[in-house]
């Protein structure tokens, strides 16, 4: 029976594979996937993913309407396309991204939510096997309320705050992805300190988060993303799931020092954190005092913004 750190992992957490390469996937076994637009930016940039951006072109070539309108219809195309092929894979479920670009618009989101939702069901892929990744601004939870109603599940992303955790968990979100390594790189960089193990602010905030949901009762499930390396996840064994890039996955399988389970739902339901009233105004207060939160969320839109883009001119340019 094997003994490595991956195997032993999957004892305690729900495993994911965080990536747009699904071909890496079969070697980790992973239980879900999750993809976001500069994964799958620099997946079509492979050979091997070449086809896929293709069918979807080719699908999308008969929409009516100016380029840019059928370039962004191509680009829905694309990320469920994606989605289909890392179902094949995985047993669980893909998360699928809603266009960065309206993540300050709630009617835009959900409009976007319930469109990409139709193509999958189109294709024949329950709803059950899909969760719509949104960022954890105030309209994206706002967004989320509003879909998850309609028994569409949504991942809130570019988490960086507990008060961004506790709006998505008030908005009835199915999960959570804190991303551990941006909170890391934030603060490595403004103190100039290495931090590791259960210092390590981006573990912090994880364990923050899973506390307040256990002890105050949240069914919304926490789920650790965006590590830089092994440590940062072995801190975390125990959170309800982590989704993990494939070389982290590789070095895990790899490893063979031993797995101690971190986060545990009696304990958090013992911790000290108060409950934390929140409604718009307070969200936006709070999280413009969090410096870190505030300037890695700006980013993280930013980036995510850019690298859909990007992909709308690899489309304008073959369309």
């Not at 259960?198 to 949901?213: F, L």
Request: proline fraction near 3%; charged fraction near 25%; aromatic fraction near 8%.
């Amino acid at each position: 029976m094997s003994t490595n750190a991956l195997d032993q992992l999957k004892k305690f957490t729900t495993v994911v594979a965080d990536t747009g390469d699904f071909a890496s996937m079969k070697a980790y076994a992973p239980q879900d996937a999750t993809t976001n637009p500069t994964l799958i930016e620099k997946a079509v940039e492979m050979p091997a993913y070449q086809g896929l951006l293709e069918k979807a072109v080719a699908e999308g070539k008969g929409e009516a309407g100016p380029k840019e309108v059928r370039a962004r219809a191509i680009i829905d195309q694309l990320l469920t396309l994606f989605g289909r092929e890392i179902l094949k894979i995985v047993p669980g479920r893909v998360s699928t991204e809603v266009d960065a670009r309206l993540s300050f618009d709630v009617q835009a989101t959900v409009e976007k939510a319930r469109h990409l939702i139709e193509i999958y069901r189109a294709a024949g892929i329950d709803r059950e096997r899909i969760l719509i990744k949104i960022a954890a601004t105030w309209e994206g939870a706002q967004a989320a309320k509003i879909v998850q109603k309609e028994g569409i599940q949504c991942n809130l992303t570019l988490m960086f705050s507990l008060p961004q955790a506790v709006a998505c968990a008030e908005a009835g979100a199915r999960l959570i992805s804190p991303f551990v390594g941006r909170i890391y790189d934030w603060y490595k960089k403004s103190t100039g300190k290495e931090y590791v193990g259960a210092e390590d602010p981006g573990v912090k905030s994880v364990r923050q988060i899973y506390a307040y949901y256990k002890k105050f009762g949240y069914a919304t499930q926490v789920m650790g993303a965006s590590f830089r390396n092994m440590g940062q996840i072995l801190e975390l064994a125990g959170c309800d799931l982590l989704t993990i890039s494939p070389n982290l996955l590789g070095e895990l399988q790899s490893s063979s020092v031993a797995v101690v389970q971190k986060l545990d739902v009696a304990e958090a339901k013992k911790d000290s954190i108060e409950k934390l009233p929140l409604d718009e105004k307070s969200f936006r207060f709070l999280l413009n005092e969090d410096a870190m939160a505030t300037e890695k969320l700006a980013e993280g839109i930013r980036l995510f913004s850019a690298d859909i883009v990007k992909l709308e001119k690899k489309i304008l340019a073959k369309i």
